[in-house]
C-alpha cells in the first residue's frame, strides 16, 4: 500500500514540475537546475535551487556567486552583496563574483566600489568587467 503512495507522489510531483527525487540530488545538480531557472528568467526558482546546494554545500564560492547573481536581477542587491562576500571570502581568485558585487554596488549608486571591483574582475581577466570599468570612469 505504501509503495503505490510513493508512486503516486512521483506522478504529481512530475506533473506539477517539481524535481523527482529532490532529496537525491546532489549540490552540483541542485546548481544546475537552479542554472536552468536562471537562464529561463525563473530567478526566484533558481534562488530556491541555489540554496539547496548552499544547503549540502556551504564551502562552494560557485553556489553563492550564482545565487547572488540571481539576486541582481531581481533587484535585491543587498541580499545580492551578501552572497557575492560570501563568494569572494570563500574563493578570492574567482573574478565572476567580483564583477557582480560591482554591478551590486553600482546599482546601489556606489560607483568608488564598483569602479574597485570592476577593476579587479577586469585584472583577473573578465573582459566584460573591463567594460564595465570603463563605461563608469
Request: proline letters at 4%; aromatic letters at 14%; hydrophobic letters at 40%.
Amino acid at each position: 500500500m505504501r509503495y503505490r503512495y510513493f508512486i503516486l507522489i512521483l506522478v504529481i510531483a512530475a506533473l506539477v514540475g517539481l524535481p523527482v527525487a529532490a532529496g537525491a540530488q546532489s549540490a552540483e545538480e541542485w546548481n544546475i537546475m537552479g542554472d536552468d531557472q536562471y537562464d529561463a528568467g525563473d530567478y526566484k526558482t533558481a534562488i530556491e535551487y541555489y540554496t539547496k546546494a548552499i544547503e549540502l554545500a556551504p564551502k562552494e564560492s560557485k553556489f553563492y556567486s550564482d545565487r547572488g547573481a540571481a539576486y541582481n536581477e531581481l533587484g535585491e542587491y543587498d541580499k545580492a552583496l551578501v552572497d557575492l562576500n560570501k563568494a569572494i571570502e570563500l574563493d578570492p581568485n574567482n573574478e565572476v563574483p567580483y564583477n557582480n558585487r560591482g554591478y551590486s554596488y553600482y546599482m546601489l549608486g556606489d560607483v568608488k566600489r564598483a569602479r574597485i571591483d570592476f577593476k579587479k574582475a577586469c585584472d583577473m581577466g573578465l573582459e566584460p568587467a573591463c567594460e564595465n570599468y570603463e563605461a563608469i570612469k
